[in-house]
């Protein structure tokens, strides 16, 4: 039933902030259990996690993206956020928005976003 959308600037230049939106239907972010995970795919590598915010308000980042990330959340709009600094291309991406779960010790992205294309280029 969960459903996820985001919304992100499609094209910048190196050194901007990437900024994206996730809006989220069907389930409130604040269900308890659930963390709400940003996750990035450059073209021809794998799945990259970014961070999540969880359904209490808190973060935690990827180490190699810490210094750069940043994810907050709108209860009232039942939306969560990622903002990524001083992009460089390597920053070029499909970046996903994703409900995440721990089953059996294991975490599990279930539930996911189309997925929205972030090219970083001068």
């Known amino acids: 039933q969960v459903q996820l959308q985001e919304s992100g600037p499609g094209l910048v230049k190196p050194s901007q902030t990437l900024s994206f939106t996730c809006t989220v239907s069907?389930?409130?972010?604040?269900?308890?259990?659930?963390?709400w995970s940003w996750i990035r795919q450059p073209p021809g590598k794998g799945l990259e996690w970014i961070g999540y915010?969880?359904?209490?308000?808190?973060?935690v980042y990827n180490p190699s993206l810490k210094s750069r990330t940043s994810i907050s959340r709108d209860t009232s709009k039942n939306q969560f956020t990622l903002q990524l600094s001083s992009v460089t291309p390597e920053d070029t991406a499909v970046y996903y928005c994703?409900?995440?779960?721990?089953?059996?010790?294991?975490?599990?992205?279930?539930?996911w976003g189309q997925g929205t294309q972030v090219t970083v280029s001068s």
């Open positions: 915010i969880s359904y209490s308000g808190s973060t």
């Open positions: 069907g389930g409130s972010i604040t269900t308890n259990s659930y963390y």
């Open positions: 994703a409900r995440d779960a721990l089953y059996g010790g294991s975490w599990y992205s279930k539930s």
